[in-house]
């Protein structure tokens, strides 16, 4: 089965401090893509960051990075500087090329909360 | 360039009723995948269309159906509302055989279902 588990509901973090989003999942394929989305209240998803399994070294995107542990099937999110406009659901997900269409799997979802 | 474009945001149907949830997909984009996100979870695949074809579908019953017209925008059909149906309903396009090589969705802002 493909699952995705975020086993944080809610987190809070101070504004300019930095905070960890978990994530951990499950697939047996080796060729698969990692992705952070963030959910404003706008609705709109919009990337955060993305990680290619085969690739070891972790992505980074300003003052979004990730922790990838492929053994572990674990792919963390740490949000540095935390600004207001961070306050959000956050997603993490993943992709299996060629698996049934090509399907996103998504977790249940962490809201973040920066409080100024 | 322009998004991925939602119509309507909001609905009310009945029980019973059938619904009609409408995407433009990005210029360019001729691949477009529909997702169910229910309250307080991630996104759930619906199926996925590649040039007017269905190409893949999730574990939702036949009553949820598709449609992509030549230009790529497309329509979500919902026979037979069930107050479970209830939720916000994502568009999300990408390029051409761009999943294959993990590459992100571009989402709409949805559409909020509220069957009563």
């Known amino acids: 089965a493909q699952t995705v588990t975020q086993s944080q509901p809610e987190m809070s973090v101070q504004e300019a401090e930095t905070v960890t989003l978990s994530c951990t999942y499950d697939?047996?394929?080796?060729?698969?893509?990692l992705f952070w989305y963030k959910q404003p209240p706008s609705r709109q998803m919009i990337l955060v960051i993305r990680?290619?399994?085969?690739?070891?070294q972790n992505a980074t995107e300003n003052r979004f990075s990730v922790n990838f542990q492929k053994a572990a099937k674990s792919f963390s999110l740490k949000i540095s500087d935390s600004q207001l406009g961070d306050t959000a659901m956050y997603f993490c997900?993943?992709?299996?090329?060629?698996?049934?269409?090509?399907?996103?799997?998504f977790g249940t979802g962490t809201s973040l909360t920066v409080i100024p | 360039e322009t998004g991925v474009t939602q119509s309507p945001t909001h609905l009310i149907k009945t029980r019973g009723q059938q619904v009609t949830l409408r995407c433009s997909s990005q210029?360019?984009?001729?691949?477009v995948s529909w997702y169910q996100q229910a309250l307080g979870q991630g996104p759930q695949f619906i199926f996925q269309?590649?040039?007017?074809?269905?190409?893949g579908r999730g574990n939702f019953p036949p009553r949820f159906s598709g449609l992509q017209f030549p230009n790529y925008s497309s329509e979500l059909n919902v026979n037979a509302l069930e107050l479970d149906d209830s939720a916000l309903y994502l568009c999300?396009?990408?390029?051409?055989?761009?999943?294959?090589?993990?590459?992100?969705?571009?989402f709409g802002s949805g559409t909020q279902l509220s069957v009563l």
């Open positions: 999300a396009s990408s390029p051409d055989r761009g999943l294959l090589t993990g590459e992100k969705l571009f």
């Open positions: 697939t047996s394929e080796n060729n698969y893509y």
């Open positions: 990680q290619e399994a085969y690739k070891q």
């Open positions: 997900a993943f992709i299996t090329p060629g698996d049934g269409g090509n399907q996103f799997y």
């Open positions: 210029s360019g984009h001729n691949t």
């Open positions: 269309y590649y040039r007017e074809e269905e190409n």
